[in-house]
T-cell receptor, first 112, second 114 residues
């Protein structure tokens, strides 16, 4: 897996956009970037993934830099329920069933 | 999508005993994994549960301590053997199917060893 680096924690005001950065400077050309989150006392939950292009779904947007060395997960209108630990992961593409290795993630606090 | 059920959701066990955790998926999956999450920490992969063959363990985890079974494509068990207080953690099961975009996780089993 590519090594990823994330800030330990971040705060964001409720209703504002939460922008979570991730550095993955060792990512290879065929490795996707995945984001998961873990709300307290729950198992991790998939959010979004991307390879080169920016992606958007009902939960979030993923912006990947042109050199693919970093990305940003955007929660457009954060709510208190978005308080969680967010994990940026870059597993090998060659086997999409491969195991997921979690880093330390970013603990996001949404402030009322 | 898939729904993963883990049993028990929590347990308090005496040191020296063993606990078997069950993981049931509501659809057939190719890959199943077991993780440990110690208090305040990230998830650590214990092993890949292989259907019909021995599990593949990560560094630092051994079969004698964490025996795993996977008799079919929807079910797996993890046993925590000869428990000590250091085994107190949340244990999570994960599953992924061929060609799936995402992995799914159970809610975890919170184990306390006294």
């Amino acid at each position: 897996d590519a090594k990823t680096t994330q800030p330990t924690s971040m705060d964001c005001a409720e209703g504002r956009a939460a922008n979570l950065p991730c550095n993955h400077s060792t990512i290879s050309g065929n490795e996707y970037v995945y984001w998961y989150r873990q709300i307290h006392s729950q198992g991790p939950q998939y959010i979004i993934h991307g390879l080169k292009n920016n992606e958007t779904n009902e939960m979030a947007s993923l912006i990947i830099t042109e050199d693919r060395k970093s990305s940003t997960l955007i929660l457009p209108h954060a709510t208190l329920r978005d308080t969680a630990v967010y994990y940026c992961i870059a597993p090998p593409l060659r086997n999409r069933d491969d195991k997921i290795i979690f880093g330390k993630g970013t603990r996001l606090h949404i402030l009322p | 999508s898939a729904v993963i059920s883990q049993k028990p959701s929590r347990d308090i066990c005496q040191r020296g005993t063993s606990l078997t955790i069950q993981c049931q998926v509501d659809s057939q999956v190719t890959m199943m994994f077991w993780y440990r999450q110690q208090p305040g920490q990230s998830l650590t992969l214990i092993a890949t549960a292989n259907q019909g063959s021995e599990a593949t363990y990560e560094s630092g985890f051994v079969i004698d301590k964490f025996p795993i079974s996977r008799p079919n494509l929807t079910f797996s068990t993890l046993t925590v053997s000869n428990m000590s207080p250091e085994d107190s953690s949340i244990y999570l099961c994960s599953a992924q199917g061929a060609g799936w975009t995402e992995a799914f996780f159970g809610q975890g089993t919170r184990l306390t060893v006294v």
